[in-house]
């Protein structure tokens, strides 16, 4: 037994069943090497039809200009920059759960960060969608990258949050993808090396980039995920730390504050989770892989989920006293007449994201339901419609009061094309990862065959006696 | 590259690969390789492999980062077009920060990947040989290189000793070409076996 780590019996495993190599191979691959189900083909098509209507709304606005929405002079960000904010947050767990668990040695991990890792980079696709568009004049995007050009040239603002945010989304985007994709190689040759269809090893055999499975190629791959861990760990802490500096450094009441940084670090973990849950549960049922993203996964991730929702539950409570006991009337304004109370015409945001944010996740503190699939299921979107409502509440309900009541916006509430570019996203969001479910393996095959002999189920078994002769042992050492 | 004699010999657990390798090394046979479906720490101290520098690249990658972001900015913002934000000093390093930080990191993980991807000869397109196409699924093959002198059926009564199943010599191409994984190709119109021993 010296060559395999000995794992407690404390540890559910983290693969149940009787599996060896092979078995795991067939499992996961099985999904990608099958036929499509008719439940992938409505959900498939829903999701293209999201797409469409999503890519007209964006031809609206871009042949007609941003009037295709509601914003105005005081609401200058409404819908689009919430939702930005809102995948960008989303995309947060992905990297979190491959880089930090990783650096962390959790082996559970292993189940969930493939599929978690992809909703990340399709996420971020989707949050970068809105700046850009929300520019305007689309065309001219190229110009927020420093390039030489004829206007002088006259440089980007490096000064300004704004294009930090440009350089964060960019880099994470990049780096995600690259740290995904190098982890999949090795499963993609798998494929390759099973498939029999002509087409198949073709598509993988380009995919896989030739990959062997030579040791001295391992040795390297495990270099490179490490340092992609660690280099990824810092990255995510300081993306959504800069997607906050586009708030907490202007001065509008409501977002400079220095609590921003963690709370929307501790947000993004937050409406992540709960993104990797919504897909997860209906993957493992539908892919019929319960056997590796088993309930111990679930109940790790709600334990997270619920860390992370107090956290943001105190970031919430801490603002709100800081902003009456800072004494500046403006502030107190913003959160007592525009936020807090009820009557004021978004003070139902502000309750909807208290409730869903704060108070429902308290749920989770009782195993039975962190267990429970229908609950932890319902969960995840009561906190991902709480964590669309807090950048809501923050964009919106900071900028339609602010210090000049001459310039206090009506009403703001969104077109149709606004809502339609939202459910484009959505659209986007689902194609992707409804192609990646079918072509791509969900689940890190490698992966899990390294950790099967230390925390899978039949080998676990197998060292009870082991264990239990040892604690014997120890017990008659130390009683005599 | 060339095509070269091979003994291949499969294993199914760790715990009969290891000293496998280690007796393979003692009776002085060169391994060409192990492949593996995941990896399997330690083994690449039993082959003798040294240690990887990929990492070291990272940090040299990173530096780079450091460097081309603080210069290039400094250059733009105070000597190629100094401008007026909001009174603020030209040479404004704490708001440069976490551009820096980005590039650094950018910088970094492109880098090393395209350093692995190098090393490692992998893109798409290019086509290996490997041994046994299980490799990538539960076996562990063991491939030992013949030279002229060797006499392969020694190395495989010695390989089917240690453990090794279905152990044969194989003829293969060591390098990599610009090939397609649908079809089986040859590189060489001539006979493998006179290539090898001419």
């Known amino acids: ?272 989770f709960a993104m990797v849950q919504t897909l997860l549960l209906v993957t493992r049922k539908v892919l019929h892989l319960e056997e590796y993203i088993t309930i111990e996964h679930i109940d790790v991730m709600n334990k997270v989920i619920v860390l992370t929702g107090s956290i943001v539950g105190i970031a919430y409570l801490t603002e709100l006293f800081m902003a009456w006991y800072s004494a500046v009337k403006y502030e107190w304004f913003a959160f007592e007449q525009n936020r807090a109370n009820l009557f004021s015409p978004y003070g139902w945001s502000y309750w909807i994201m208290m409730g869903c944010n704060v108070v429902s996740p308290q749920i989770f503190w009782f195993r039975k339901m962190r267990r429970n699939l229908l609950v932890t299921f319902f969960m995840s979107i009561l906190v991902n419609i709480g964590m669309w409502f807090e950048r809501f509440v923050i964009i919106v309900t900071s900028l339609y009061r602010d210090y000049l009541p001459s310039s206090w916006s009506t009403y703001y509430s969104p077109t149709i094309w606004e809502v339609g570019f939202y459910l484009g996203t959505f659209g986007l969001f689902f194609t992707c990862f409804f192609l990646f479910a079918k072509f791509f393996p969900v689940i890190a095959i490698a992966e899990i065959k390294h950790i099967l002999k230390k925390s899978g189920g039949n080998y676990k078994e197998q060292m009870t006696p082991v264990e239990e002769e040892k604690v014997e042992e120890f017990a008659h050492a130390h009683t005599h | 590259m060339a095509i070269k004699k091979f003994v291949v010999s499969n294993f199914y657990d760790e715990q009969i690969l290891f000293p496998a390798i280690k007796g393979v090394r003692k009776q002085g046979y060169k391994i060409h390789d192990v492949y593996i479906p995941f990896p399997i720490h330690g083994l690449d101290a039993a082959m003798g492999l040294r240690d990887t520098s990929l990492h070291t690249a990272g940090f040299i990658y990173g530096i780079t980062g450091t460097t081309v972001a603080f210069s290039f900015i400094t250059w733009a913002f105070t000597t190629d077009w100094p401008l007026n934000i909001g009174g603020k000093p030209f040479f404004a390093l704490p708001a440069w920060i976490p551009i820096i930080f980005e590039l650094t990191i950018l910088f970094a993980a492109v880098g090393m990947v395209m350093t692995f991807c190098y090393l490692c000869q992998l893109a798409p397109f290019v086509k290996k040989d490997h041994f046994n196409p299980r490799s990538t699924d539960d076996t562990f093959v063991v491939v030992i290189e013949c030279s002229d002198k060797t006499n392969e059926n020694e190395v495989i009564d010695f390989l089917t000793g240690l453990g090794g199943a279905d152990v044969e010599v194989q003829y293969r191409e060591t390098g990599w070409w610009i090939g397609s994984y649908d079809k089986e190709q040859k590189l060489y119109d001539h006979n493998v076996e006179t290539l090898v021993n001419p």
């Open chain 1, 1 to 272: 037994m010296a060559l395999l780590k000995y794992e407690s019996q404390v540890r559910a495993p983290l693969v149940e069943g009787n599996k060896d190599y092979h078995q795991i191979t067939e499992d996961i691959c099985r999904p990608v090497e099958g036929r499509a189900s008719t439940l992938w083909w409505i959900g498939f098509l829903i999701s293209v039809a999201l797409l469409l209507f999503g890519v007209y709304s964006v031809y609206r606005e871009v042949t007609y200009g941003t009037h295709q929405w509601n914003l105005n002079k005081t609401i200058g960000w409404g819908w689009d920059i919430t939702n930005f904010v809102w995948w960008v947050g989303i995309g947060h767990a992905g990297t979190l759960i491959s880089a930090i668990l990783l650096l962390f040695r959790q082996g559970w991990r292993t189940g969930v960060n493939r599929a978690a890792e992809a909703m990340t980079i399709f996420a971020v696709m989707c949050a970068g969608q809105f700046p850009i568009f929300h520019m305007g004049r689309v065309w001219n995007a190229f110009f927020v990258l420093p390039y030489p050009n004829t206007r002088g040239p006259l440089w980007v603002n490096f000064d300004s949050p704004l294009l930090w945010d440009v350089f964060a989304i960019s880099t994470y985007f990049t780096v995600s993808l690259l740290f995904w994709y190098s982890g999949l190689l090795p499963d993609l040759a798998t494929l390759r090396d099973r498939a029999r269809e002509k087409w198949r090893k073709s598509f993988y055999g380009v995919a896989a980039f030739g990959w062997t499975g030579s040791t001295k190629h391992w040795q390297r791959h495990e270099s490179l995920s490490l340092v992609l861990a660690g280099l990824s760990t810092p990255l995510v802490l300081s993306v959504h730390t800069i997607v906050s500096f586009d708030f907490a450094t202007s001065v509008i009441p409501g977002w400079h504050t220095t609590i921003f940084p963690p709370y929307f670090v501790a947000g993004a973990i937050f409406s992540g």
